[in-house]
């Protein structure tokens, strides 16, 4: 009869196992999920897994460990073999309670778990022999041998008494490798320590990755948003100690003397406060891949330090990138919480393990596995997409950048996911950074699919404004009263591109019944896109996200001309799209789209700017289409002044409705082909004015 100890471990084995029961936890390494558990037990089996036993299958080419470290012997064979089971049993008895000194509880669930797959726990292979059995087998066998080994070396010849050495162990030792293990043996300290140094610091330094890339990417996402909750402490925007700050470390550009400025065709140049959340991200990932890591020379997978740095630093890289492109994933989200919360507008890793298969020789083979092949797609996709994201590449080509932006995207998810998934599988959380970045990437798309079609397809009519030498076209949908903001518009009648969207501002909506003489047109005008010089002087026009070009990002509350239930768009005619729209503008031109939106992509101003007494406005070409809903909403208390310069009378004339719709107490000056002399409006403004904005 079987011993009630093999009894309940047996009933517990088969029940974790008809539970589904992870034997290694759940999550990433280090948090939630363990690789070598207790590593002295691991170690042990490390020394001896390679050596072929009785059942062990001759001719068999099958792979039951893994890609790095293949095993031909199968799991059911491991748990049934009574000489592996005894070896086992002696080696944890030995070296456990000299190391971690795990818990007679750690050990019996390794056993049950872990005997027949080693890294990766399963419950489905039960051994013959429950741990107390394999390890009082075990001793009895040695206890056997050691007195055969007495008797045998204490014989005397004629009462002669011989002195002799006692062998350091009565059974043979283990010979690792490739050699059969048919006899039960005992594993050598220095076999076993080597194994112990490997997994040890494979193991912790993993988790160092996993705690590492944890941090990363919550400073990354909550930074922000922790520095944006400030604006509720009472008062605390009002101080002046704060409202320097910004002036000096936040709103200002980087370097020179304007941010969205283009830099050589590559970017528009960040703000103050963006360039330090960069710095402060860089460093970060720049200190936390350089240390700390665990390191035990010698070892038994990694022959020198140079050998184990690279892999583990390399590995780290890897890691943490993958962190980085959840919130990079999270801040290109065109449905961006952070937006709402904060009011916010890496490839080492391969280079480091390439590095790494060269010197140990084995790059050609790494080279034809799966992993490594999707790997270098992975990381050749994540390339190209700085390079075709360029701003003139953007500006000149935007139809292309959509397109390949897209695609690389999904490329690079496909390829990082399936370089997990070919060494891994879903084994120890690194696909978990992949499903959230790709979730996220998901997530965007469909729900921008849902706000599209949420809105249907509506009647839109293209025409030229007058007077603009044809640089500027009009659109007015109809049907839908937006108050502002971007509105992505597709034209699925106008290319086949149909999934294609351009971001056009909200030049006014529903304007017949807000104009009931409210003001006497001083300087008409108010519109959505842009005027290349005339914005050059606007301080206040920011970068439109998807074509990098000098532009509105918020717009008005204003109507069209025939209908209060209808949104204006103006749009500066350039190539692609608008191009196309432009040779399709006529009075009776009626076209389909597609409406997506509207979007406050540079945040939620007007609660920024509530508390301001006095408000300047200062607006280049289409530019001024940013400035009409906060100069609408403005309380009568206190002084507004817009200063608008156009180089065309046509594009004033045109959005002259919206600014006769301003309230009376508006100042409005604009003008036509020549700059605003800002330094002039600035110094008159801020000596007649008595707020404190």
């Not at 047996?10 to 589904?20: D, E, F, K, M």
């Not at 591109?497 to 003489?517: C, K, M, Q």
């Amino acid at each position: 009869m079987a011993p009630v100890s093999r009894l309940f471990a047996s009933g517990l084995a088969i029940a974790l196992y008809a539970l589904g029961v992870h034997a290694d936890g759940t999550g990433l390494i280090g948090w939630g999920k363990t690789l070598y558990d207790p590593t002295c037990s691991f170690a042990c089996r490390n020394v001896i897994r390679k050596q072929p036993l009785a059942c062990t299958p001759v001719d068999s080419s099958a792979n039951h460990g893994t890609a790095h470290n293949p095993v031909s012997t199968p799991p059911k064979c491991f748990v049934s073999d009574h000489v592996f089971l005894l070896t086992m049993a002696l080696c944890i008895d030995t070296y456990c309670p000299l190391s971690e000194n795990p818990t007679m509880a750690k050990l019996e669930d390794y056993w049950a778990s872990h005997l027949g797959t080693g890294t990766l726990g399963n419950y489905k292979y039960t051994p013959a022999m429950s741990y107390q059995e394999a390890l009082a087998a075990a001793r009895e066998e040695e206890s056997r041998a050691a007195q055969s080994t007495n008797s045998s070396s204490s014989g005397s010849d004629g009462g002669e008494h011989t002195n002799h050495r006692r062998a350091p162990h009565p059974l043979p030792k283990a010979a690792g490798g490739s050699k059969p293990l048919n006899t039960t043996s005992f594993i050598g300290p220095t076999e076993w320590q080597l194994q112990w140094n490997y997994m040890h610091d494979f193991e912790t330094n993993e988790a160092g990755h996993s705690t590492v890339t944890i941090v990363i990417t919550l400073v990354a996402v909550l930074l922000p948003v922790a520095l944006s909750t400030l604006r509720f402490i009472p008062g605390f925007t009002k101080n002046f100690a704060w409202t320097y700050w910004q002036t000096l470390l936040i709103h200002p550009a980087a370097f020179g003397r304007r941010h969205r400025e283009p830099v050589a065709g590559v970017g528009n140049i960040p703000t103050r406060g963006q360039a330090l959340y960069i710095c402060v991200l860089s460093f970060l990932n720049i200190i936390l891949w350089l240390g700390p890591y665990t390191i035990h020379q010698p070892q038994a997978s990694f022959t020198s330090l140079k050998m184990q740095s690279i892999s583990i630093i390399g590995n780290r890289a890897g890691v943490i990138a993958m962190g980085n492109f959840v919130s990079l994933f999270l801040f290109a989200a065109r449905n961006n919480v952070l937006l709402l919360l904060g009011h916010l507008p890496h490839h080492r890793h391969s280079f480091m393990l390439l590095a790494n298969y060269v010197l140990q020789g084995t790059y050609e083979a790494e080279l034809a596995r799966q992993y490594w092949i999707w790997g270098i797609v992975g990381t050749v996709a994540v390339s190209a997409i700085l390079p075709f994201s360029l701003l003139w590449v953007r500006q000149r080509f935007y139809e292309f950048f959509l397109a390949s932006h897209v695609v690389l995207s999904l490329l690079f998810i496909v390829g990082y996911y399936y370089h997990i998934w070919y060494v891994y599988e879903y084994n120890w959380g690194y696909e978990i950074w992949i499903f959230i970045a790709g979730g996220i990437w998901g997530a965007d798309r469909l729900f921008r699919l849902v706000r599209t079609f949420w809105q249907g397809l509506i009647w839109a009519n293209i025409t030229t404004v007058d007077d603009v030498n044809g640089e500027y076209i009009r659109i007015e949908v109809e049907g839908k009263r937006l108050d502002g903001g971007v509105v992505y518009l597709g034209f699925p009648t106008l290319s086949w591109r149909f999934w294609e969207t351009h971001p056009f501002s909200v030049a006014y909506s529903g304007l017949n019944d807000s104009i009931h003489g409210s003001r006497t047109p001083e300087s008409p005008v108010s519109t959505p896109v842009r005027d290349d010089k005339a914005e050059a002087e606007s301080p206040t026009v920011e970068a439109d996200p998807e074509k990098g070009i000098n532009a509105q990002q918020n717009t008005i509350s204003t109507p069209a001309r025939g209908s209060t239930d209808t949104t204006v768009f103006y749009s500066r005619t350039r190539s692609g799209m608008t191009r196309a729209l432009a040779a399709k503008a006529s009075p009776s031109t009626r076209i389909r789209v597609l409406l997506e939106g509207p979007y406050e992509h540079s945040g939620h101003v007007s609660a920024q700017i509530a508390h301001c007494t006095d408000m300047i406005c200062i607006a280049g070409g289409v530019g001024i289409t940013a400035c009409l809903p906060f100069v609408r909403s403005r309380p009568a208390a206190g002084s507004t002044s817009l200063f608008w310069s156009s180089r065309h009378q046509g594009l004033i004339t045109a959005l002259a409705p919206a600014i006769q719709s301003l309230p009376g107490s508006v100042k409005v000056e604009t003008v036509v082909g020549e700059r605003l002399k800002l330094d002039e409006i600035l110094a008159k403004e801020m000596t007649a004015g008595s707020g404190d904005c």
